[in-house]
């Protein structure tokens, strides 16, 4: 079955300090891979995709991710954190399962930024 | 921008009573999901609706039924609420399923329900 992993539940950093947040997922074929951001009492939003091309994309507020498909990773980075980016991050992939595309969301890793 | 409302942020039920979540969506998209979000757990699938009067179950959705009558709503439905669903439940839309952009989900406030 389809699965996603991330690493850390929990994190907390220094303003900044740099941030990588690990990703890998479980699935042999085309994949599109996102991070999604929740702000405390915000929505759930995309903080970056990719679907093909570069695989390493950039997103908004400074934040990046690799894709190495040999990995089946797509880690999120950003070189130096700021109190405002605690949030819940959310790694998801996108593949073809038995029923069609689906979109499998890992856990989410709470980030906490001391000021 | 694409908005997606749930009707309400904050529930509370007793054990038993039937209860509605509501969710509208404004971009005319065609995919609509509930999950659960749990800590620890991450967001989970109970129900999706790719078009209207269609509903596929998801990862967890014993205990819930979902309807869709119109294109822009997508209402779940807690027949008989127990305390294990107490939860945040959250609403999403996507345009398409396939590998394009169309599949960026968007998501609604969220709605922490209470059962007692």
């Known amino acids: 079955a389809q699965s996603v992993s991330q690493h850390n539940h929990h994190v907390i950093l220094s303003e900044a300090a740099s941030l990588e947040l690990g990703c890998n997922y479980s699935y042999g074929g085309t994949v599109n891979l996102f991070w999604y951001v929740q702000y405390p009492g915000q929505h759930l939003q995309l903080l970056l995709k990719?679907?093909?091309?570069?695989?390493l994309v950039k997103g908004i507020k400074g934040f990046e991710a690799e894709f190495i498909k040999s990995k089946f990773s797509f880690n999120l980075r950003k070189p130096s954190v700021q109190w405002s980016d605690t949030a819940e991050y959310f790694c998801?992939?996108?593949?073809?399962?038995?029923?069609?595309?689906?979109?499998?969301f890992g856990a989410g890793t709470r980030l906490f930024v001391k000021a | 921008d694409v908005k997606v409302t749930q009707s309400s942020r904050y529930l509370v039920k007793r054990t038993g009573e039937k209860v509605f979540l509501e969710c509208v969506q404004d971009m005319d998209h065609e995919n609509m999901f509930w999950y659960r979000q749990d800590p620890g757990l991450g967001l989970r699938l109970i129900y999706f609706?790719?078009?209207?009067?269609?509903?596929e179950k998801g990862d967890i959705p014993e205990g819930y039924s979902v309807s869709r009558e119109k294109k822009e709503r997508f209402s779940l439905i807690l027949e008989s609420a127990s305390t294990n669903q107490t939860s945040m439940y959250l609403c999403?839309?996507?345009?398409?399923?396939?590998?394009?952009?169309?599949?960026?989900?968007?998501f609604g406030a969220g709605t922490r329900l209470s059962v007692l």
């Open positions: 998801a992939v996108n593949a073809r399962g038995t029923g069609g595309f689906k979109t499998i």
């Open positions: 999403a839309s996507s345009l398409d399923r396939g590998t394009s952009t169309k599949n960026i989900q968007y």
């Open positions: 990719y679907f093909s091309g570069d695989p």
């Open positions: 609706s790719y078009d209207v009067k269609m509903k």
